[in-house]
């Protein structure tokens, strides 16, 4: 790259993250860097030696750039308060979606459908199985409804080293019978999946230098016509419309999980509305025809 910059008219570059800018040197074109909220250290004064040479490699990298573009307002406030770093330098873009929809088959679409069966309402959790993604806090939610809503449906996609945990706590609670477990799944069958439930929930918490920088998982969701349910923590706030295009409840909170999923279920017309406002506001600001305008405006910013 510094031998392309030297030799063709290059205009910028775009990098995926400050490990893609630590090498580049006397490059003489603006660099935009993509930040992500797992790469900042939370309270930078009490890492090790080996972070904290880490968090320097960072900094050095985001030095090099024009601007650092953030992927949502709590990676944008990290690095301002981990680096130091001049809010002016940072942008926010949020992360573009893909669509999938000309890929799917027919016997994709039966495969969904014979899992669903006659279940109503179904809930969808798209996500890998570690503890921070927040499965057994829906389970415990879910134990409490399971009375109201007895032929409730809880899918969950995906694969992870907690996938045996979670099953055994499922079956603790005494509801594996309304809980089905697809492992990992194609982007078809994903999609399949999001037109044909009812609600989709992932209730994350920020464990230690792990954290839901933005939750891509929510505007998928939106995409599709589902209302979301998330948490409070990381960058979700910015994925979800707080009472637009779904709810945040507060994170790691049983009872406002549990109360936030009941007043959906319940609320079919609510829930309908929130569905097609976050379709509305992932098709105009997410796409990545729209999304590609947002990184190429700033070369003339």
């Known amino acids: 790259i510094n031998q392309l910059c030297k030799t063709n008219n290059i205009e910028a570059i775009y990098a995926d993250s400050w490990k893609s800018v630590e090498y580049l040197k006397n490059v003489n074109v603006p660099i935009f860097v993509l930040a992500h ?9 009490n890492l090790n030696f080996y972070k904290k040479i880490k968090q320097k490699r960072i900094f050095s ?19 301002k308060e981990s680096l130091k770093i001049n809010a002016n330098k940072i942008n926010i873009i949020h992360p573009g979606i893909d669509i999938y929809e000309k890929f ?43 009375d109201k809503y007895p032929n409730l449906l809880y899918i969950i996609a995906g694969d992870g080293p907690s996938k045996k945990e979670i099953k055994q706590y499922a079956r603790e609670l005494q509801i594996s ?18 037109k044909s439930t009812n609600l989709f929930i992932m209730t994350p918490h920020i464990d230690r230098e792990s954290v839901e920088g933005f939750g891509m998982s929510f505007i998928d969701a939106a995409f599709h016509g589902l209302a979301t349910i ?38 079919p017309k609510k829930r309908i509305a929130l569905g097609k406002a976050g379709q509305k506001n992932a098709l105009e600001k997410f796409q990545w025809d729209n999304k590609v305008k947002e990184y190429l405006n700033l070369l003339y910013n």
């Open 104 to 146: 799917i088959q027919h016997h994709t679409i039966l495969k969904i459908k014979n899992i669903i069966n006659s279940s109503h309402p179904v809930i969808l959790t798209l996500a890998r199985l570690e503890l921070r993604k927040g499965h057994k806090l829906v389970l415990d939610a879910l134990s409490r409804l399971k």
């Open 230 to 267: 998330g948490t409070d923590s990381g960058g979700i706030p910015d994925a979800i419309i707080d009472g637009k295009t779904g709810l945040v409840a507060r994170t790691s909170d049983v009872s406002d999980i549990t109360a936030k999923i009941d007043e959906l279920l319940s609320n």
């Open 37 to 45: 909220g797992t790469e900042i250290q939370k309270n930078i004064n």
């Open 61 to 79: 990298s985001y030095n090099k750039s024009k601007k650092i573009l953030a992927n949502s307002n709590y990676t944008k406030e990290l690095i």
């Open 177 to 194: 019978d309304n809980i089905r477990f697809l492992g990992w799944i194609t982007e078809p069958e994903k999609s399949v999946l999001l």
